[in-house]
């Protein structure tokens, strides 16, 4: 599978893109006075192959969640349990990504990939056939069986794909093993094709894991040679003795695995965590569909490194959300050669900054849709 995806990633579309410009040239506008949302909607038009572009639209929502064996070195004050039990409250819509969410119409599905805790019940989906978690019980009243995706905004829905409960602690040994880290990216990409089969127009990455933000800088370091210290944020709000010690873990990891770059599932495998792998095969399926993806914080552009090292071309796919405030989501970004939307100091993650920045990627191809040229609308061009 991620062979013949990555197999059908292709180039941007120059056709496309230069027909896009010269429309824009000819729109009721000054030349250029859109700024970076001209420049967005020429490569939605080049991933399309089409001028415009299709609407990005429906939105769908792709939480992946999974647990970390590096947690046990003490680099997250939260325990291990809320990764679990904030998925409860994803599908009891209580937490901020529902709410914005709710907001943009898009609908939210939470990917169990690789969760360390026993979930909450409430309606599941399995069509990856990986369940393994011991004790599942796929037959009660609230859970319901595996079937194609429904976009509803108004019911997040879970999809259980655990590969295992974690991540192994990767200051003793690789996160996961090669097999392992495929099916994570096999698990992305199967998501992706079940969202746009299921009519998504655009795919948000979203993410939940206590303790992601440490195989986040890991990962971000091995991919773009950056020092460990330049590419390790304090996560969910770390004090400098935590902080400092969360750099040494990082810095100690890639000197025990000496990560190879040119081999991303290598990468992923000894550093990367189960839903950093399973964006990136989101990433990868959704530019093998041609169908962009908006990225959220420096979980998604950690995952976005890996999936540019198996496909190159996978970028065009790929629209930055926002500049998350952790460091090492502009070291990544600048290595992938994005530029974020939006800037809000945003740290959360789950989504949110991809879906506030939704509206305006949605904007950028709206313009190509709706405005008027000089010509059909009678007005004097200088």
């Not at 393994?132 to 319901?144: F, K, L, T, V």
């Not at 206590?210 to 944020?233: H, K, Q, S, V, Y």
């Amino acid at each position: 599978m991620l062979e013949t995806t990555i197999a059908a990633i292709r180039p941007a579309d120059e056709a496309a893109m230069a027909a896009a410009r010269e429309l824009h040239g000819r729109l009721t506008k000054p030349a250029g006075s859109l700024g970076a949302l001209e420049d967005l909607s020429v490569r939605l038009a080049g991933l399309a192959g089409a001028c415009p572009p299709p609407l990005p639209e429906p939105a769908a929502v792709a939480i992946f969640a999974g647990d970390h064996g590096v947690h046990a070195q003490g680099v997250s004050p939260w325990p291990q349990e809320v990764t679990g039990q904030m998925i409860g409250n994803f599908l009891a819509g209580g937490a901020v990504v529902n709410a914005f969410a709710r907001q943009a119409g898009a609908s939210v599905t939470v990917v169990d990939v690789g969760v360390a805790t026993p979930l909450p019940t409430g309606p599941i989906a399995d069509p990856t056939g990986l369940d393994d978690r011991a004790g599942s019980d796929r037959a009660g009243p609230d859970r319901a069986g595996p079937g194609p995706a429904v976009l509803d905004p108004a019911v997040p829905r879970l999809v259980v794909a655990s590969v295992r409960r974690g991540t192994r602690d990767f200051t003793v040994t690789a996160a996961l093993t090669r097999d392992e880290a495929l099916a994570a990216v096999q698990t992305g990409i199967r998501i992706a094709d079940e969202l746009i089969d299921a009519g998504a127009g655009i795919l948000l990455t979203g993410d939940m894991g206590i303790g992601n933000t440490t195989p986040a800088a890991a990962l971000i370091a091995a991919f773009t040679g950056a020092d460990p210290l330049d590419a390790t944020g304090r996560g969910t709000g770390i004090d400098d003795p935590t902080y400092a010690h969360k750099v040494a873990v990082v810095r100690s990891a890639l000197a025990r695995h000496s990560p190879d770059p040119a081999d991303p599932l290598g990468v992923l495998a000894a550093v990367g965590g189960l839903e950093h792998a399973a964006l990136a095969g989101l990433i990868l399926g959704a530019a093998a569909r041609r169908t962009p993806v908006l990225l959220d914080g420096v979980i998604a552009v950690s995952a976005a490194l890996a999936a540019a090292a198996f496909a190159p071309a996978a970028v065009g796919a790929m629209v930055a959300g926002h500049r998350s405030a952790e460091p090492g989501a502009t070291v990544a970004l600048r290595h992938l050669g994005l530029d974020p939307l939006i800037d809000l100091g945003l740290r959360l993650g789950e989504g949110t900054g991809a879906l506030l920045a939704l509206p305006v990627v949605t904007g950028a191809v709206r313009v190509l849709h709706e405005v008027a040229t000089f010509d059909s609308a009678g007005v004097a061009e200088k």
